[in-house]
């Protein structure tokens, strides 16, 4: 009985340490037109990494911002940071709203590491800011809940 008891916890141990190694990564890229809360584009967190990818406009093309939407099934503590900070203009930076479109959260610049609480069942929206970009500038923001 004792080594089935062993084997039994040597098998949840396994099992709980190969599940959060291989947490899943899910990409999620913009579509325009996605300036605005209407025309946000949707994403869910899971855990593991969430990744957005998109091009922010340059300044001359209107609105250059990306929206993008989430209502999280669960409230999950997530760490949200820029992948390519170093290779991003000066004043790149994104800002979390909620649905009546208040700041709740933001970054300065494009370096920061934010820590933020996702409630369950509120819609949130990140907005990807460029501040003035003069060029077209791929990003990638990702998102982790350990």
Known sequence: MKKFALGLTSLALVFSLSTSAFAATTTYFESEPNNSMSTADPFSLT???????GVLDPIE???NWDYFKVTPNKTYQATI????????P???HFKIRNSSGQIISSTRTSTETLSFQFQKGV???IV?????TDNYVPYT??????
């Open 47 to 53: 855990i593991g990494e969430t990744l957005l990818r």
């Open 61 to 63: 093309v209107e609105e």
């Open 81 to 88: 940071k820029f992948n390519n900070p170093s290779s991003l």
């Open 90 to 92: 000066n004043g790149f």
């Open 123 to 125: 819609p949130y929206y």
């Open 128 to 132: 990807i800011d460029g501040n003035s």
């Open 141 to 146: 923001l990702n998102i982790t809940i350990p």
